[in-house]
């Protein structure tokens, strides 16, 4: 185990949801599964009661530890995407999977957890400030996913005029 690891609290699919995180995104992979020794508050012996797990290459364990506590989108997985073919592919398969569409590139997957799916050419702009990061940034604000076109419209736009 990972010296630092993210622990994210499921109701009792952390296996179903690590599954799905490995199947969508790269450099992600499923690791042991422990079951519980005995039966505790929300599961019985033998449950699943944690599995490992790694998301673009970053350690998670997933707990299933009932439904006393939810995700909030105080915590979140940002995604950093290289064009609109990749944004799509990320976006749709969370929506597509029971999740749930919000604004400004993020969404929650159907365990509830947040994810920013967001293209580099929104972040490089932001990065750059100026009237690039504005124009980038208001374009953005119209969106829930990203649309790469209308980003680089933006950043065009304020080259043009600068």
Same mark, same amino acid.
């Given at each position: 185990? /990972? ?8 109701? !009792? ?38 599995? =490992? ?8 364990i997933g707990l299933n530890g009932g439904d006393t506590f939810?995700? &909030?989108?105080?915590?979140?997985? @940002? ?6 073919? =990749?944004?799509? !592919? ?12 919000? =604004? ?5 997957? !159907?365990?509830?957890? &947040?994810? @920013?799916?967001?293209? !580099? ?6 990065? @750059? ?14 969106? @829930? ?8 419209? /933006? ?5 043009? &005029?600068?």
């Amino acid at each position: 185990m /990972a010296k630092n690891t993210i622990c994210l609290w499921y109701d !009792r699919d952390a296996l179903q949801a690590a599954n799905f995180y490995a199947s969508v995104f790269p450099d992600s992979a499923v690791g042991p599964v422990h079951l519980a020794p005995a039966d505790y508050p929300s599961g019985s012996a033998g449950d699943v009661l944690t599995v =490992e797990f790694t998301v673009c290459g970053v350690a998670c364990i997933g707990l299933n530890g009932g439904d006393t506590f939810r995700h &909030s989108e105080a915590f979140s997985f @940002q995604i950093a995407t290289d064009d609109q073919a =990749e944004t799509d !592919r990320y976006w749709n398969a969370i929506i597509d999977n029971g999740g749930v569409a919000s =604004e400004c590139g993020w969404c929650k997957d !159907r365990w509830g957890l &947040s994810w @920013q799916i967001t293209p !580099r050419v929104l972040t490089d702009a932001i990065a @750059q400030g100026g009237e690039v990061a504005q124009r980038a940034f208001q374009a953005m604000m119209t969106m @829930q996913k990203i649309d790469v076109a209308r980003i680089e419209a /933006a950043i065009a736009v304020t080259a043009t &005029s600068d």
